[in-house]
């Protein structure tokens, strides 16, 4: 995601750890600017309803034919240099679209 000059980014501080690789962004989604005044002297946040795809439907299979099922869930990004300031974690710049 990018906003302006700056390309942002999902990390662990901000979204579960275990969902940052699981994380899908629907083409069609709304992306709203939030603020954080908390953070690093007040930065702007990129908010948006993703999808978390689901891994307890797959049975211990290695592949299959239909997509996982997704929930809905907020994620939250903020400016990629930002990032690993709070603590080491995971994180992503570039999220699939389904």
């Given at each position: 995601m990018k906003r302006g000059p700056f390309i942002y980014c999902t990390e662990e501080a901000d979204n579960?750890?275990?969902?940052?690789p699981r994380l899908r962004l629907p083409e069609d989604t709304a992306i709203n600017e939030g603020g954080r005044a908390d953070l690093?002297?007040?930065?702007?946040?990129?908010?948006?309803?993703?999808?978390?795809?689901?891994?307890?439907?797959?049975?211990?299979?290695?592949?299959?034919?239909?997509?996982?099922?997704?929930?809905?869930?907020?994620m939250?990004?903020?400016?990629?240099?930002?990032?690993?300031?709070r603590g080491p974690g995971k994180m992503v710049v570039w999220l699939p679209e389904n």
């Open positions: 579960r750890s275990s969902a940052i690093f002297g007040g930065i702007v946040t990129l908010v948006a309803e993703a999808r978390l795809a689901q891994t307890d439907d797959w049975n211990g299979t290695l592949y299959r034919i239909t997509p996982p099922t997704a929930d809905a869930v907020k939250v990004a903020i400016p990629y240099y930002l990032w690993s300031n």
